[in-house]
């Protein structure tokens, strides 16, 4: 059974900075693309990061590239989400994903329970 | 790449036959997927490649389109299915994937 848990969230003051972390469990964690995928309070879905298999390719919305850096640990099964700079509008639940398809940085089949991240002072 | 949607909401009853758009700012091909949610809950991939169905998908729902113009029809609703409705594109480079603004199909 697939599984993704996150952890990390918290509240952090404007300009601060946070790691969200993802375990995965149940599918071969390095065949797979990942991604952080947020959500405001009552608000849309918003992607906001993806990563290859491999790690050696990343992609980033305009609204956190250059501030957020995601990344993976293959031997440990975990992706990884560095927050900084943040700002009130980053104020969100953030989900991270597993692409459906072997190899591709694709649609998210499985999804975590998500993580709140407050940005206030 | 743009997508918006509509209905942004809508009321139906139990065993009505929805449909929901997705419209693209420019052509995506088949790269959409459509995804269900619920309140406290995460999305749930309902059809990737505009019309397939997800594995464990009930068949009343269904997707088409490609281009820019894209379809999210509900056969016959069920209780369960009172819930927001997204679709996400897939298709652009660089490699930034966007939601559109969601459909939330409530009870008449």
């Known amino acids: 059974e697939v599984q993704l848990l996150e952890s990390g969230g918290g509240l952090v003051q404007p300009g601060g900075s946070l790691r969200l972390s993802c375990a995965a469990s149940g599918f071969t964690f390095s065949s797979y693309a990942m991604s952080w995928v947020r959500q405001a309070p009552g608000k849309g879905l918003e992607w906001v990061s993806a990563i290859s298999g491999s790690g050696g390719s990343t992609y980033y919305a305009d609204s956190v590239k250059g501030r957020f850096t995601i990344s993976r640990d293959n031997s440990k099964n975990t992706l990884y989400l560095q927050m900084n700079s943040l700002r009130a509008e980053d104020t969100a639940v953030y989900y991270c994903a597993k692409s459906r398809p072997l190899s591709m940085v694709r649609e998210e089949d499985y999804w975590g329970q998500g993580t709140l991240v407050t940005v206030s002072s | ?108």
């Open chain 2, 1 to 108: 790449i743009q997508l918006t949607q509509s209905p942004s909401s809508l009321s139906a009853s139990v065993g009505d036959r929805v449909t929901i758009t997705c419209r693209a700012s420019q052509g995506i091909s088949s790269y959409l997927a459509w995804y269900q949610q619920k309140p406290g809950k995460a999305p749930k991939l309902l059809i990737y490649a505009a019309s397939t169905l997800q594995s464990g998908v009930p068949s009343r729902f269904s997707g088409s389109g490609s281009g820019t113009d894209f379809t999210l029809t509900i056969s016959s609703l069920q209780p369960e299915d009172f819930a927001t409705y997204y679709c996400q594109q897939l298709n652009s480079y660089p490699l930034i994937f966007t939601f559109g603004p969601g459909t939330k199909v409530d009870i008449k």
